[in-house]
């Protein structure tokens, strides 16, 4: 009926989808996938969980051989086989064997580019080519790495870039007691949270004996250390490049087709190239993302698999919807997970987009439960609109959940209100009645109608330096444990029969451990009257959190008496 | 300002949050809250807990005294008075103290009604007002059970009800070693799942030594064993009674509030009664169910407080939305957690809703990573509309999540497609790169495309009866270790070599392990022209669960060789 011939660029994710799915629609078709590496379907997420041991056997990471692929759905895939150039009018690849170099030509009526993303590697540093430096794409690599750091007896290590990939070396290592130096050319890790959030994560890391150096690159490698910027050295005998990866375009480009404003190959809704029956997809293509409607890059594995699918079904004359991307990510980080997604205040503020924040901390579970940890959340949403934009989690349950549901409530265009009606599962094992989304909603929905003032924690070391009048609204014992230096105790229990040392001619900003009684004294304040009454949105918790990397690893002084 | 006089009937979720919501729109109101028990405000969903020693004190799931009230809130909260009465011409209510009988009037401007539902205890049942026997209401009952069980050294001890909270109860009593008997009138536990995923519930309890009766009821009651309606009788010093709560409406009833057709108090959008300044909310009033747009009764804490804010924003002219409920829902039960949302494929048939419904075994994480385990999902959606109307799932990991996200679909309602393109967080850590999610819902896109047919596990039993053809597409070792006594093995790795066993003059049905291979199959055939072959929805994972306690329960005969 069809019997068309489809021939797939690069394997894994994209081209793995794409050849799969044009099998299931199409039995008659011949479809071949080239792959110029030794092998054409593995989990590339998972490479970094081998350094630590956690997947034991780097082969496991692989999860079809073109065996299989032939065998069951009967595709065939070429490994250590380059796609070297297309000739678009002939509607022929080359495939040059990149064991023995020999090169053929091979037709298509359809062609699906999946070239993937490549490592960032400056030829401008000193040493990028010596032998102790690594990047992360393949199987091959992470075993590489291994064997290099066991044959080496390797105990210092310095990873490059705190992004995913930079963060996932980091853990895994981390389980194997090597002297881990994290380093990063911007001001916090991870481009996918905010400042603030990233300062948790700062905190972790340091925790857990990572030298995370920021603001900082690598200039030259040495065989046992390494040089930055700012004319550092640090101890490393292996390092691990993982400042971010480029679109693998050069066979595209050398096609002729367009490439966009991102860099990566330009594609319409259907994921065609600006070349007729040229497809693109995974992280080579750009896409748009929804809420900005900007061009963005994407490098995610979903993504990939849902516009390989979406792309052979454009082939055979399916209709596809294609509403842009928001991007929806989680990481393991020792003890702590990390998740986000949307936009964050940071991005918002760079796309001029009129947005307010929330923060809250709630447990993920029952506070009467055993093992509660606190959960931080922040719902980043527009103004006056109430549009759900984004939103940060870290804790140490999973706040994948949390993320996921304002995920999927970004992607449906949910309001605050949507969210904060929002009937979720709920049993004290698993989380609190009033689940950490709904919190964060009603917080955000007292924000949305201007009923009362917070300041970011971001903003309590100048208020300090300014002498703010600042209450504590804790218990006497909480606020002996720890405190900010300038603040004034006044328990959310005692304020009433207190009012005479609040001062009405003066701001006062009011926290308490996780927002939840200095709110409530917020808005009893705005009820008497109280002008200029203001909330600190995270609290003490996050404010510990926030200040304790920068107060560790700087000689400043110290706006808490103690930890 | 205001000076309103608020009264609020009943603490706990509904009461408690109403009086917090008032105090913080207004803090010149008088807030008063009346509760006949001796605990304001407590965690009820908590109370099983205590039966394990997981929560050790029975008095820490008390989670606000009323001196705690008073302070942070400046809400007078009174225990052990019972509202007996209203005068709603008077605006007044009459509070009885239970201790000494002492009554007092009391007048309000608005009245809020939160008297909760209380467990039906059918006075047919011979002995029901014995001291051996139970339910669950507060923290007093809670220790009551503990202390009869440990006083009388109780080692058997029988559950009637198969709903949330008997389970909890059997849950937290089985980490104790004694004797179990669950006692259920229907022919599965816990209506919120359909028969299929029961099943796999059944299991579990067996599997946890827990003696389940299905389709039987109490009779009687003595003081070392039980009698049921079939005539069995059954070892148990203690019974546990939890086969439903019946709204407490006695108050309401008498002062002339209109009651609804499911025996809850009727109340408009904004949660007022059929009398002026009297609301209620929370379990003993009914709501709309957003799906079925019939009335109904919920009896979960997140709505229940919703409810709690929303009549009070009414109060001070604030506008409120009220679509209806969902239902959300999920248990923690020995190594499983079940959850679910909407509807299921039962209710969909009570109220004559077109739908369809797919199940999918995606495993919780990468399969490379240790420690993997299978999640059973099912999502039902209307046909042709493809609106996603509810979802159920069964696993060791937590399925909560993936039943938020689904919830929040459906309160947009969302379609099909919505799920299919979600951008859910993924890390090999955390999920697969496609979310269980989104496979179920490309699989259910294909359903309402009618692009193949499917056929539930529930039906292999009589395929297997009428001898028809069933092909097991999993790999021949696979195979031997177990698969349907009928089936013949056809790999999905082998069938394009074997098609000439394939009949085409009669229906096929095809099953794998977890339904991946075989719907590769089944399109597959399709694709080269065979009518008439049908997916096994399950595939051998359910079907093995579903037939399981079945198998092991009644002398029936195994359509498996081997589990």
Redesign the interface.
């Known amino acids: 009926m069809f019997n068309k011939k489809i021939v797939v660029v690069g394997g894994v ?1 994209g081209g793995a989808s794409a050849a ?1 799915r044009a ?6 078709a011949e479809v071949t996938m080239y792959e110029k590496g030794p092998d054409v379907s593995f ?1 590339n ?2 490479l970094p ?1 081998h350094l630590s041991g ?2 034991p056997d780097a082969n ?2 692989i ?1 079809k051989t073109p065996e ?1 692929f032939k ?4 595709i065939q895939a070429e490994v250590n086989s380059e796609v070297v150039d297309i000739d678009s009018k002939q509607k022929t690849v080359q495939v040059k064997d990149t064991q023995t170099g020999a090169l053929r030509t091979v037709n298509y009526d359809e062609l699906i580019l999946s070239p993937g993303a490549k490592p960032v590697m400056p030829q401008i540093i000193k040493g990028i080519d010596n032998k102790n430096v690594f990047s992360i794409r393949n199987v091959v690599d992470i075993k590489r790495i291994q064997k290099y750091l066991v044959d080496n007896d390797v105990t210092d290590v310095a990873v490059i870039g705190g992004g ?1 990939i930079g963060l ?1 070396v980091i853990e895994n290592l981390g389980q194997t007691g090597k002297n881990l130096t994290l380093i990063e050319m911007a001001d916090h890790v991870l481009g996918t949270i905010d400042d603030d959030f990233a300062q948790l994560v700062h905190k972790n890391l340091y925790d857990n004996d990572v030298n995370v150096i920021l603001e900082d690159g690598l200039v030259e490698v040495d065989d046992d250390q390494i040089r930055l910027v700012s004319g550092k050295t640090i101890k490393a005998q292996a390092v691990i490049m993982a400042i971010g990866v480029t679109p693998d375009i050069a066979l595209a480009a050398k096609a002729g087709c367009k490439i966009g404003v991102t860099g990566g190959i330009e594609v319409n809704q259907q994921y065609e190239t600006s070349i007729p029956d040229i497809y693109a997809v995974g992280d080579a293509i750009e896409v748009t993302n929804m809420l900005t409607r900007q061009k963005t890059r994407l490098a ?4 990939a ?2 516009e390989a699918r979406d792309a052979v079904d454009h082939i055979y004359g399916r209709p596809i ?1 294609n ?1 842009g ?8 980080l020792f003890d702590l ?1 990390v ?1 986000s ?1 949307g936009l964050t205040e940071a991005a918002c503020e760079e796309n001029q987009i009129e947005h307010r924040a929330v923060t809250v901390i709630p447990q993920n579970r ?5 093992d509660t940890s606190p959960i931080f959340l922040k719902l980043v949403f527009g103004y006056p609109s109430g549009e759900i934009l984004g939103a940060q989690a870290i804790g140490k349950s ?1 706040v ?2 949390q ?3 304002i ?3 970004i ?2 265009h ?1 309001h605050i ?2 969210l ?12 609190t ?3 950490a989304v ?1 919190i964060a909603a009603l917080v955000a929905e007292n924000i949305l109608n201007d009923e009362y003032q917070q300041v970011s924690i971001s903003k309590v070391r100048s208020l300090v330096e300014k002498g703010a009048f600042i209450i504590d609204a804790r218990e006497p014992n909480e606020y002996a444990a720890g405190h900010i230096t300038t603040s004034v105790n006044i328990p ?3 304020f ?1 029969q207190r009012l005479d040392e609040i001062p009405t001619d003066r701001p006062v900003y009011i926290h308490c451990q996780s927002s939840q ?1 200095s709110y ?1 004294m917020v ?2 304040l705005d ?2 009257g109280y002008k200029n009454i203001t909330n600190i949105s995270g609290s003490y918790l996050e404010l510990m959190q926030y200040e304790y990397f920068k107060d560790q690893t700087t000689n400043r002084e110290s706006i808490l008496t103690n930890y």
């Open positions: 994710g799969a099998r299931r629609l199409d039995e008659s989990s997420c998972s969980y956690l997947i496991s990471i999860l299989q065998k069951q759905y009967n995913f996932e995610l594995a979903y993504p698999q849902m919807q509403k991307v928001i991007g929806s990510q989680v990481i393991h997970n998740a997604t029952v506070s009467v439960m055993p999973g994948d959940k993320i996921d549901v995920a999927t409530m992607s449906m949910g209100d949507d904060t009606h929002l009937e979720l599962c709920y049993s004290p094992w698993f989380s009645a009033k689940n709904n959310l229990s005692q009433r009684r409530n808005r009893a009820n008497l």
